[in-house]
């Protein structure tokens, strides 16, 4: 059973198009991490989000964290070949850590 | 480059053998966690170390242990292995323990991880 379900699990787009990632559980977690890991890499952490409703913008990637903090979205405007990869969303709660299911994103150049 | 080193980076054994696989955080770091990642999916939650205890486990069996040392590297051992024991296995160094009540209060950062293959 997985805490936090992703969707879509997979995505594979035209430069220039627009995209969104869905988080989603049925628990709530004080914050929510995204993640984005290449082939033969760990992943690399994007951005942490605290707050009930709240939006972060990194450059083209936009995240929110849903108003009851159980959901987290990550929108990427314009996407480019070099956003390909696999995205992760990732929770803590009690001692242990919890990583989504992973969107895996193909940029077609 | 994030610092965490990971060895050795590829490792194939045989079911029933075990296995022994070790991290060296980044400097000033005293919390490591330990990932199995199997292939198209998320990392699942294998345990934490931090001041050298464990600190959070996963759903994983005993036959997964681990260790912090003093200079808070760290091994991750798994005895009796099975088909489905092979996976990437990451770790990950922060500065504090993760989810401490107070919520994800570090970041992360990851190894390269190690690729284990179970024949």
């Known amino acids: 059973t997985q805490l936090l379900e992703q969707s879509p699990q997979f995505l594979s787009i035209q430069e220039g198009e627009n995209l969104t990632v869905y988080c989603n559980s049925s628990?709530?977690?004080?914050?929510l991490q995204w993640y984005r890991q290449e082939p033969g890499e760990g992943p690399v952490l994007l951005v942490t989000?605290?707050?009930?409703?709240e939006v972060k913008k990194l450059k083209r990637l936009t995240f929110q964290f849903g108003d009851a903090r159980k959901d987290s979205s990550l929108h990427i405007t314009a996407a480019q070949p070099g956003d390909t990869g696999l995205y992760l969303c990732?929770?803590?709660?009690?001692?242990?850590?919890?990583f989504g299911t992973g969107t895996s994103l193909t940029v077609i150049p | 480059e994030t610092g965490v080193t990971q060895s050795p980076t590829h490792l194939i054994k045989t079911r029933g053998q075990q296995v022994t696989l070790r991290c060296s955080s980044q400097?000033?770091?005293?919390?490591v966690s330990w990932y199995q990642q199997a292939l198209g999916q998320g990392p699942q939650f294998i345990f934490q170390?931090?001041?050298?205890?464990?600190?959070g486990r996963g759903n994983f069996p005993p036959r997964f242990s681990g260790l912090q040392f003093p200079n808070y590297s760290s091994e991750l051992n798994v005895n009796a292995l099975e088909l489905d024991d092979s996976a990437l296995y990451l770790c990950?160094?922060?500065?504090?323990?993760?989810?401490?009540?107070?919520?994800?209060?570090?970041?992360?950062?990851f190894g390269p991880g190690t690729r284990l293959t179970v024949l």
């Open positions: 990950a160094s922060s500065l504090e323990i993760l989810s401490s009540g107070r919520g994800l209060t570090d970041t992360q950062y």
């Open positions: 628990s709530v977690f004080s914050s």
């Open positions: 989000v605290v707050t009930g409703g």
């Open positions: 990732a929770g803590g709660t009690g001692n242990q850590f919890y």
């Open positions: 400097s000033g770091h005293n919390t």
């Open positions: 170390y931090y001041r050298e205890e464990e600190n």
